[in-house]
């Protein structure tokens, strides 16, 4: 029903309302520009992609676009072509890198915010807890992700999220960096208050492009 009263709006309005995180809006979004990304996905191949690989991130590139649109800057559908275009190029690259390397886990990056009490305060469930799939989308994905992390937090903040990634405990850290456990444990709350949105995200894009 919601669906069918947006349908007579327009694109910059449904635009507005995808952003505040209205599913249907999104989907309508989604099913409009579908075509779009299909044909700019036909425009590139790669021998470490399949063509289904390419459109799914083509899709990731659309997503991207929904979340960081800005109307005063240009229309809608040539921002969406730009970020499209440019996701498939980033995929293809980062495919060619990896290429003759061992395809390494993704970052599990539900672990950034998930606790567990039985264990040392600050303990963190890392990707040795929860595996995450490691299929080349997931782990650009997950790149992706950091990538957008790094542009958000200081190089303090940024180290520390890595460490507590890569399994490290609050002391591993404040030994590592010198800095005192207190001082740890305040950085990535801080992190985690700042990645947040990053995160709602990326997984309203994982989940949605996973199902298309």
């Given amino acids: 029903m919601i669906k069918y009263r947006l349908r007579n709006k327009k694109i910059e309005e449904i635009i507005d309302l995808a952003q505040t995180g209205l599913q249907e809006a999104i989907e309508i979004i989604i099913d409009q520009y579908y075509p779009m990304v299909v044909k700019i996905s036909s425009k ?10 390419i459109i799914q991130n083509g899709l990731v590139g659309l997503l991207k676009a929904i979340f960081y649109y800005q ?18 190029k980033s995929f293809l690259t980062y495919l060619n890198r990896m290429k003759n390397k061992i395809l390494t886990n993704a970052v599990n990056m539900d672990s950034i915010f998930l606790e567990d009490d ?24 997950a790149e992706s992700f950091l990538e957008e992390a790094k542009k958000i937090l200081t190089d303090l903040e940024y180290n520390v999220l890595k460490m507590r990634l890569e399994g490290y405990s609050y002391n591993d850290i404040s030994e590592t960096l010198e800095i005192k456990w207190k001082a740890v444990d305040n950085t990535y709350q801080k992190v985690k208050k700042k990645l947040r949105p990053l995160y709602e995200r990326y997984k309203v894009i994982k989940s949605l492009v996973l199902v298309k």
């Fill in 118 to 141: 039985s264990e040392e305060p600050g303990y963190m469930m890392t990707n040795s807890d929860v595996q995450d799939t490691n299929t080349p989308f997931d782990v650009y994905l």
């Fill in 71 to 88: 109307k005063n800057k240009s229309s809608f559908t040539s921002f969406a072509w730009r970020s499209i275009e440019s996701e498939i």
């Fill in 44 to 53: 590139y191949y790669g021998n470490w992609a399949e063509h289904e690989d």
